[in-house]
T-cell receptor, first 113, second 116 residues
Framework: KAGVTQTPRYLIKTRGQQVTLSCSPI?????VSWYQQTPGQGLQFLFEYFSETQRNKGNFPGRFSGRQFSNSRSEMNVSTLELGDSALYLC????????????FGPGTRLTVL | AQKVTQAQTEISVVEKEDVTLDCVYE???????LFWYKQPPSGELVFLIRRNSFDEQNEISGRYSWNFQKSTSSFNFTITASQVVDSAVYFCALSRKETSGSRLTFGEGTQLTVNP
């Protein structure tokens, strides 16, 4: 069974731009979560989607948003990029909503210049 | 609030040595879940183990073993006869049972370097 896939793997943007990251969960998994990883803050939870509905949200500004499609694929969007948004963005999928084991994708490395 | 502490930032060992990675957690929940993940240089978090709060049995999987002690709020991870391929960052994480979804609270991670 294929794992979690994320596209693109690397991205370079400039301040003020917006970006959309994509995540395809493991086949059959209905829950998708997003995490941000930075050297200073470590791994932080962004949000979780299940059945196209956001079920849980971390402590991030409204510039960070996401959505989930009927096929469970998910996208996250960051608007008005700031230098501090440079990070590894990891997507994870799980079969059920809570508290099922989450399986992670390879991540998208975003660099904001 | 939940918190996970991995006090060891970096550990360096020589191949074939045993190494233990410490994890201490804080939670007010009576039902919770503990995890260990491995992050190799490629960046992907690889799931290693999940433990439920009501199951304090230790677990062994090949060279890996885990010691869960509720009395000390610890969930330590031991690698026996370490190998160079074990070099990675290891994260301990905690999750609670929520009706509206779940989130993983991660520790800061321990960078393990196994030298040949």
């Amino acid at each position: 069974k294929a794992g979690v896939t994320q596209t693109p793997r690397y991205l370079i943007k400039t301040r003020g731009q917006q970006v959309t990251l994509s995540c395809s969960p493991i086949s059959g998994h209905r829950s998708v979560s997003w995490y941000q990883q930075t050297p200073g803050q470590g791994l932080q939870f962004l949000f979780e989607y299940f059945s196209e509905t956001q079920r849980n949200k971390g402590n991030f500004p409204g510039r960070f948003s996401g959505r989930q499609f009927s096929n469970s694929r998910s996208e996250m969007n960051v608007s008005t990029l700031e230098l501090g948004d440079s990070a590894l963005y990891l997507c994870a999928s799980s079969l059920l909503l809570s508290p099922d084991t989450q399986y992670f994708g390879p991540g998208t490395r975003l660099t904001v210049l | 609030a939940q918190k996970v502490t991995q006090a060891q930032t970096e550990i360096s060992v020589v191949e074939k040595e045993d190494v233990t990675l410490d994890c201490v957690y804080e939670t007010r929940d009576t039902t919770y879940y503990l995890f260990w993940y491995k992050q190799p240089p490629s960046g992907e978090l690889v799931f290693l183990i999940r433990r439920n709060s009501f199951d304090e049995q230790n677990e062994i999987s090949g060279r890996y073993s885990w010691n869960f002690q509720k009395s000390t709020s610890s969930f330590n991870f031991t690698i026996t006869a370490s190998q160079v391929v074990d070099s990675a960052v290891y994260f301990c994480a905690l999750s609670r049972k929520e009706t509206s979804g779940s989130r993983l609270t991660f520790g800061e991670g321990t960078q393990l370097t196994v030298n040949p």
